[in-house]
């Protein structure tokens, strides 16, 4: 059974750090991974997918990186700001198959 | 990009009537969409997958009887939630699989409030 785990829970940084969240899968057997965010109250909004023949792929201050072998994924934002502050949410899939999602990050960016 | 609308954004029922909440690809064709059950401060739950044209698939212990989901066409599923109690409330999301780049895309989300 597929479960994914993200760490930390919970994160605050002040604005401009870079940093990056882990993602951690236990079948490597997987489709594609995606990546989310998740404002309060709101739906999710699509990061990054990156497709399982892929090592990682980016958007704007955005890069995430994909190691199957080892289970592995992670989320680095590049200079943080105030507006990047939401929860991150890391899912696998099969093809055609259903998300399993990891329980998030919780990222505030401090003025 | 690939877009998924979802109606109403807010709801608030008394006990006892029922919920309907609409899913929509704007832009792509879904034969699958998929919906959840989030409460606060968790991650999503899946409850069912939406076939077009078929039954859906629910989640064990998700009863199929008070989520009625229909997908009558390529583009809009819509959850029924019946006879709803308080114990209904919560936030549902729905979601559909686009092609490459775009992968899950997920609708805004409905807040339900029984009261």
């Known amino acids: 059974k597929q479960e994914v785990t993200q760490i930390p829970a919970a994160l605050s940084v002040p604005e401009g750090e870079n940093l990056v969240l882990n993602c951690s899968f236990t079948?490597?057997?997987?489709?594609?991974l995606q990546w989310f965010r998740q404002d309060p109250g709101k739906g999710l909004t699509s990061l990054l997918l990156?497709?399982?023949?892929?090592r990682e792929q980016t958007s704007g201050r955005l890069n995430a990186s994909l190691d199957k072998s080892s289970g592995r994924s992670t989320l680095y934002i590049a200079a943080s700001q105030p507006g990047d502050s939401a929860t991150y949410l890391c899912?696998?899939?099969?093809?055609?198959?259903?998300?399993?999602f990891g329980q998030g990050t919780e990222l505030s960016v401090k003025p | 990009g690939a877009v998924v609308s979802q109606h109403p954004s807010w709801v608030i029922c008394k006990s006892g009537t029922s919920v309907k909440i609409e899913c929509r690809s704007l832009?792509?064709?879904?034969?699958?969409m998929f919906w959840y059950r989030q409460f606060p401060k968790q991650s999503l739950m899946l409850m069912a997958t939406?076939?077009?044209?078929?039954?859906?698939?629910?989640e064990q212990g998700v009863e199929k009887d008070k989520f009625l989901i229909n997908h009558a066409s390529l583009t809009l599923s819509t959850l029924t939630v019946t006879s709803a109690h308080p114990e209904d409330s919560s936030f549902y999301i729905c979601?559909?699989?686009?092609?490459?780049?775009?992968?899950?895309?997920f609708g805004s989300g409905t807040r339900l409030t029984v009261v």
């Open positions: 899912a696998v899939y099969n093809q055609g198959g259903k998300l399993i």
């Open positions: 939406s076939n077009e044209g078929s039954k859906a698939t629910y």
């Open positions: 832009d792509f064709q879904a034969t699958t």
């Open positions: 079948d490597s057997a997987i489709y594609n």
């Open positions: 990156i497709q399982s023949s892929q």
């Open positions: 979601s559909a699989l686009d092609r490459p780049p775009y992968g899950y895309t």
